[in-house]
């Protein structure tokens, strides 16, 4: 039974990692509910391992900060695949490089560019690909674990950010139904 209905259904699916990411698990059980799958890494070398996991998937490379890259992407995808039926954004950075830091100490340009690429990412990725979108039953999904009612500590300054993705997401929705 195709509890999903979406059976040959197209579904681009950004994000994926590895084995151990919520991408790739939403993937499988997208293809295993007979969905036609789209994938999106940020990398070459991602792609490659991405490749050993879904060996007969299209993949293609995107930064998600790069609003040129997003749009090559929305051409690529359209050239193959003219109607998505799903958008799934699973896309988050943060740059820990300068330590774990207090949530005070944090870094505006590293708090700017994960807001950037695990927020604004969803926003860029859903008006590039708006009318590609299935009109009756195109859905656009994010991953995120947001902990607004909480200081979670071991999320780092990502909590907020998370947080300003979920509240993103309910304003994209609204925004498109008009």
């Known amino acids: 039974?195709?509890?999903?209905?979406?059976?040959?259904?197209?579904?681009?699916?950004?994000?994926?990692?590895?084995?151990?990411?919520?991408?790739?698990?939403?993937?499988?059980?997208?293809?295993?509910?007979?969905?036609?799958?789209?994938?999106?890494?940020?990398?070459?070398?991602?792609?490659?391992?991405?490749?050993?996991?879904?060996?007969?998937?299209?993949?293609?490379?995107?930064?998600?900060?790069?609003?040129?890259?997003?749009?090559?992407?929305?051409?690529?995808?359209?050239?193959?695949?003219?109607?998505?039926?799903?958008?799934?954004?699973?896309?988050?950075?943060?740059d820990y490089s300068a330590g774990w830091l207090p949530f005070h100490q944090t870094p505006r340009s590293a708090f700017l560019q994960a807001v950037d690429i695990s927020c604004f990412s969803l926003i860029a990725l859903s008006n590039a690909f708006r009318e590609q979108l299935d009109p009756q039953t195109g859905s656009v999904v994010t991953i995120s674990i947001s902990t607004t009612r909480m200081a979670a500590e071991n999320y780092g300054y990502m909590a907020p950010v998370k947080a300003a993705l979920d509240s993103s997401l309910c304003f994209l929705a609204k925004s498109f139904s008009q």
């Open 1 to 94: 039974m195709d509890f999903l209905q979406l059976s040959g259904k197209t579904v681009l699916v950004t994000g994926i990692a590895n084995r151990k990411s919520v991408a790739w698990h939403t993937a499988s059980l997208l293809k295993a509910a007979g969905a036609q799958l789209v994938l999106s890494v940020r990398s070459e070398a991602r792609a490659q391992s991405v490749r050993k996991l879904f060996p007969d998937e299209p993949i293609h490379v995107c930064d998600f900060s790069q609003q040129s890259q997003i749009d090559s992407l929305r051409d690529a995808v359209a050239a193959q695949f003219p109607v998505l039926h799903g958008l799934v954004h699973s896309v988050a950075f943060a």
